[in-house]
């Protein structure tokens, strides 16, 4: 303040230079107190008794500056003087010793500590607050800025679902070709060892989009008893320059910490592109990171630690990625087979108001369906019912003329993808990579 003495600005700026130093707090409140100025007085004096609560000075200094009255006879007061200051013995053998006070308890009702607390409350904010569960604190920051200590992870980790790959309707082949390639090395550790069979390196599903490859994914985590992380683009990417190979890091830090654990890398061509066609150095500094990652997957640190990855479109992943002991093993995901779209089409018309469906005349008009397509079919059908509910007046069920006529509207999305797939087996084939795209385009003559 501009009318502060120099002596007030001087102890102002050595409290505040030693906030726990509680007798240079009560000298310099006694100043205060002494010019006149009372709250601010109590304010020292509040501070003073959170750094020593049992001060007797700090008691007796918040009463006077208060305006209380002074603690009643036989209670004791803070000193006034130090002892070295006090009478010395000299003083004379004659000098009549002082009548001994009965001691009281220190709860005398002469003055009311919890009311004197709530009347400077509002003066002096708490050093201390714990942090409620709705309250609006900040959560303080771990040393590597990425949250609250005690949460086991800032990362999605689903616990060992109840999806296994009986829940996968058809797609025989899929299945076998998980049973053999993934999933029996891992159930028979002892014949793993006797075979010398390597758990190195990962899967990657492929295939034309909604054929199920994220459920298939979820499948085998269910089988193998492991949690489940899913990761896309926007998981990993940040405005931060290392945010997002630390976003990397840490995903795979904390599939360690779950293990059992499945990472599954969605849109792996998005995640992994090839970098020799990424112009941001950012994304291939991503790519980077993961191939540090997967790298790491037989080691002791990564025991329990599986790696999904699903693309449509394989031919544009960066090929370090697919090299031996990374993402090495290949699934080809393709449209689901007539077992497969029964048992979609049951589970999208479970809840709807059907009548004389026949299931077997819907799955020869619904080949090449993708699971996604089928879904939406049954949509388009029950959208088709309910409109002409409305404009009839009478409520009717979903019959086939409105399924066969949504299976005539929809144009399987797989088409689309196989004329892209066609260049690429037939001119991209050298290392056998898409050899299972090739004899399955041969089986449909579309090569």
């Not at 409290?15 to 007085?41: K, Q, S, Y």
């Not at 010793?97 to 009281?104: F, I, S």
Request: net charge negative.
């Amino acid at each position: 303040m501009a009318d502060e003495s120099p002596l007030i600005r001087s102890l102002r700026a050595a409290v505040a230079a030693a906030p726990e130093d509680v007798p240079l707090r009560l000298h310099f409140a006694e100043l205060l107190l002494a010019e006149g100025r009372g709250d601010e007085a109590v304010a020292e004096a509040a501070v003073a008794l959170q750094h020593a609560p049992g001060d007797a000075a700090a008691r007796a200094l918040m009463v006077r500056a208060m305006g209380l009255p002074a603690a009643a006879p036989g209670v004791p007061q803070a000193p006034t003087a130090p002892a070295s200051e006090a009478p010395s013995a000299s003083a004379g053998p004659e000098a009549p010793a002082a009548p001994e006070t009965p001691e009281r308890p220190a709860t005398s009702s002469a003055f009311d500590w919890d009311k004197a607390e709530q009347e400077v409350g509002d003066l002096v904010g708490p050093r201390f607050v714990e942090s409620g569960t709705g309250g609006d604190l900040e959560q303080p920051l771990t040393a590597d800025g990425s949250g609250d200590p005690g949460d086991a992870s800032a990362w999605d980790v689903d616990a060992p679902g109840a999806v296994r790959l009986a829940d996968v309707g058809g797609m025989r082949e899929v299945k076998d070709r998980l049973e053999s390639a993934f999933l029996a090395p891992m159930r028979n550790p002892e014949l793993r060892k006797l075979y010398g069979k390597s758990l190195r390196g990962g899967l990657l599903l492929y295939g034309p989009p909604g054929c199920g490859k994220t459920f298939i994914a979820r499948a085998v985590a269910g089988e193998l008893g492991a949690s489940f992380i899913s990761v896309s683009l926007s998981d990993i990417l940040d405005m931060y320059i290392g945010s997002s190979e630390r976003n990397v890091h840490d995903i795979f830090e904390t599939a360690r910490a779950q293990a059992p654990c499945v990472v599954f890398l969605d849109e792996l061509d998005a995640l992994g592109a090839k970098r020799s066609r990424t112009h941001h150095s950012g994304l291939r500094n991503v790519v980077n990171q993961l191939l540090t990652e997967l790298d790491g997957i037989d080691g002791a640190e990564n025991e329990g630690v599986f790696v999904l990855a699903a693309t449509n479109v394989p031919w544009d992943v960066d090929l370090a990625l697919r090299r031996p002991g990374r993402l090495d093993r290949t699934l080809l995901v393709l449209p689901p087979d007539a077992p497969a779209r029964e048992a979609i089409l049951r589970y999208h018309l479970r809840d709807r108001p059907i009548e004389s469906v026949d299931l077997g005349k819907l799955l020869k008009v619904t080949e090449d369906f993708s699971g996604a397509d089928l879904a939406h079919l049954c949509e388009t059908a029950a959208e088709s019912a309910l409109l002409d509910s409305a404009r009839t007046g009478n409520v009717r069920l979903i019959n086939m003329k409105d399924l066969m006529g949504a299976a005539k509207q929809i144009k399987p999305s797989s088409e689309s993808w196989f004329a892209s797939a066609r260049n690429v087996a037939m001119f991209a084939n050298d290392g056998g990579m898409y050899d299972d795209l090739v004899a399955y385009l041969k089986k449909k003559r579309k090569l």
